[in-house]
């Protein structure tokens, strides 16, 4: 599947990025993912249908507060996030979102990892 954005209220989610106007890295650092590939991970994962990932962001800046995934399991999935420090309410919606897309978009049954 092709990566999707979702509009989470105050946030919005779009695909992890690592290009020349966009570099998520030094943000999923301070979430603790230092992983120089993992950008690239979640964008093989996508392709894949394995897991579904999205970077939250605040909408007029686009700066990275969050990322949130799902990882699939045949029909269902485990949702799982984490936040760079003080960060929490945007993680906070963006899991709400993800979980709400993946079950009524997806038809997965959703779980928290």
């Known amino acids: 599947m092709e990566p999707i954005e979702i509009n989470a209220g ?3 989610l779009r ?14 650092a301070d979430c603790g993912i230092t992983d120089p590939e993992h950008v ?4 093989a994962q996508w392709a894949s249908d394995e897991h579904y990932s999205w970077a939250v962001c605040e909408p007029t800046t686009g700066e990275l507060l969050a990322e949130v995934g799902l990882t699939l399991h045949g029909d269902a999935a485990s949702l799982t996030g ?3 420090p003080g960060h929490d309410d945007a ?3 963006a899991v709400e979102s993800v ?11 959703i779980s928290r990892g």
């Open 91 to 93: 993680l906070d919606a």
């Open 15 to 28: 695909a992890l990025r690592s290009d020349e106007r966009v570099d998520d890295r030094p943000a999923l």
């Open 40 to 43: 690239a991970t979640r964008a």
């Open 82 to 84: 984490r936040a760079r």
């Open 99 to 109: 979980q709400r897309f993946g079950a009524a978009g997806l038809g997965l049954t």
């Open 10 to 12: 105050s946030w919005y």
